[in-house]
Nanobody, 129 residues
Framework: QVQLVESGGGSVQAGGSLRLSCAASGYTFTVTSYCMGWFRQTPGKEREVVAMFYGAGDRTYYLDSVKGRFTISQDSATNTLNLQMNNVKPEDTAMYYC????????????????????WGQGTQVTVSS
């Protein structure tokens, strides 16, 4: 049974930093050919991908609004998927979800939430101005 558990969310002022981590059991983040990433959702809106690994696992995709500020990474020693969030903005306020798939492919495969088999429970990020 696969379980994903996020941590690291919280409240931060605009311009600050947060680091989200997702610990997995029953799934290995180092199998880098699978789609894996971070999504976020705000009330009344659809869940959107923020950052993800795709392709052969050495390719990353970022939502335009977070490019240059967020960095996705894997830690094989701890089997975690991480999201470093720098220079956060109030519009980054959302529930953030870690997601992992048993599918691999390009952006057209990995960008959509229905391609993911496993989800964490979410961690809230709140950015104040």
């Amino acid at each position: 049974q696969v379980q994903l558990v996020e941590s690291g969310g919280g409240s931060v002022q605009a311009g600050g930093s947060l680091r989200l981590s997702c610990a997995a059991s029953g799934y290995t983040f180092t199998v880098t050919s699978y789609c894996m990433g971070w999504f976020r959702q705000t009330p009344g809106k659809e869940r959107e991908v923020v950052a993800m690994f795709y392709g052969a696992g050495d390719r990353t995709y970022y939502l335009d609004s977070v490019k240059g500020r967020f960095t996705i990474s894997q830690d094989s020693a701890t089997n975690t998927l991480n999201l470093q969030m720098n220079n956060v903005k109030p519009e980054d306020t959302a529930m953030y979800y870690c997601a992992a798939s048993r599918l691999w492919g390009g952006i057209g495969v990995c960008k959509y939430e229905n391609r993911y088999h496993y989800w964490g429970q979410g961690t809230q990020v709140t950015v104040s101005s």
